[in-house]
């Protein structure tokens, strides 16, 4: 296993100096600021990732404002009340991204959202109370208990918002597939529970956060295509 100190090196020479990278580096919110954001801030968030993935993001990102009239702000207490005859209605406004099967996630995460409220008193503290060293466990935990949001949508949620995870973008996983940490399917258990424990690794070895590794480990790589923003890597 490559040890951090040669891979942040190698980063800091392909992006022009040590204090290059760290202008490009991004700490995750720490948990008592994780615990601030509200329910509604994940269900918006979900359903963006969701319908971002297949369209180009700037087209998601321009209709918003309609996605969030037609959504009542993506209030999970309103649309729990709201009838299922009015889903396809909504489905079908001009204002958003006409895709039911997508529409239809709306509600299935807003009851999740809710249940795990009632559990541990909001989502956010359930969120921001997981483990790093096992968040690949919460991407599973998304995945079954939510719609749509497993591959890179719960990941890439969570890191919109703040949650430390690191991501398998196409840089991530090119290094780990070139130093053999994974090989066959990237999302199956023995790859996602390499990656964690090569992550682990190197958080042991740097102090540093999962998104900041992520980001040294895509910039010392590859072309670092990394969606719309740096903090995709």
């Given at each position: 296993?490559?040890?951090?100190?040669?891979?942040?090196?190698?980063?800091?020479?392909?992006?022009?100096?040590?204090?290059?990278?760290?202008?490009?580096?991004?700490?995750?919110?720490?948990?008592?600021?994780?615990?601030?954001?509200?329910?509604?801030?994940?269900?918006?968030?979900?359903?963006?990732?969701?319908?971002?993935?297949?369209?180009?993001?700037?087209?998601?990102?321009?209709?918003?404002?309609?996605?969030?009239?037609?959504?009542?702000?993506?209030?999970?207490?309103?649309l729990?009340?709201?009838?299922?005859?009015?889903?396809?209605?909504?489905?079908?406004d001009?204002?958003?991204?006409?895709?039911?099967?997508?529409?239809?996630?709306?509600?299935?995460?807003?009851?999740?959202?809710?249940e795990?409220?009632?559990?541990?008193?909001?989502?956010?503290?359930?969120?921001?109370?997981?483990?790093?060293?096992?968040?690949i466990?919460?991407?599973?935990?998304?995945?079954?208990?939510?719609?749509?949001?497993?591959?890179?949508?719960?990941?890439?949620?969570?890191?919109?918002?703040?949650?430390d995870?690191?991501?398998?973008?196409?840089?991530?996983?090119?290094?780990?597939?070139?130093?053999?940490?994974?090989?066959?399917?990237?999302?199956?258990?023995?790859?996602?529970?390499?990656?964690?424990?090569?992550?682990?690794?190197?958080?042991?070895q740097?102090?540093?956060?999962?998104?900041?590794?992520?980001?040294?480990?895509?910039?010392?790589?590859?072309?670092?295509?990394?969606?719309?923003?740096t903090?995709?890597?």
């Amino acid at each position: 296993m490559e040890k951090f100190q040669g891979i942040y090196q190698r980063a800091a020479l392909r992006k022009g100096g040590t204090a290059m990278l760290e202008q490009l580096l991004h700490a995750p919110l720490a948990t008592e600021q994780l615990k601030c954001l509200s329910d509604d801030a994940w269900l918006e968030e979900f359903t963006r990732k969701i319908f971002q993935s297949g369209f180009y993001w700037s087209v998601i990102n321009n209709k918003w404002t309609g996605f969030r009239e037609v959504f009542w702000d993506f209030s999970v207490d309103k649309l729990l009340m709201m009838p299922p005859d009015m889903l396809e209605q909504k489905a079908s406004d001009e204002r958003i991204v006409r895709n039911f099967k997508k529409v239809q996630t709306i509600p299935h995460n807003a009851y999740m959202i809710h249940e795990v409220a009632a559990e541990h008193g909001s989502f956010s503290q359930f969120i921001a109370n997981w483990p790093t060293d096992d968040i690949i466990g919460l991407w599973a935990y998304l995945k079954k208990h939510g719609a749509r949001l497993g591959g890179n949508t719960g990941p890439y949620t969570l890191r919109a918002l703040g949650k430390d995870t690191f991501l398998l973008s196409r840089d991530v996983e090119s290094y780990l597939r070139a130093h053999k940490i994974i090989d066959g399917g990237l999302q199956t258990k023995k790859s996602l529970t390499a990656a964690q424990a090569f992550f682990n690794e190197l958080q042991q070895q740097s102090g540093l956060s999962l998104q900041e590794l992520s980001l040294i480990l895509a910039y010392s790589v590859g072309d670092n295509r990394v969606g719309i923003q740096t903090t995709q890597a």
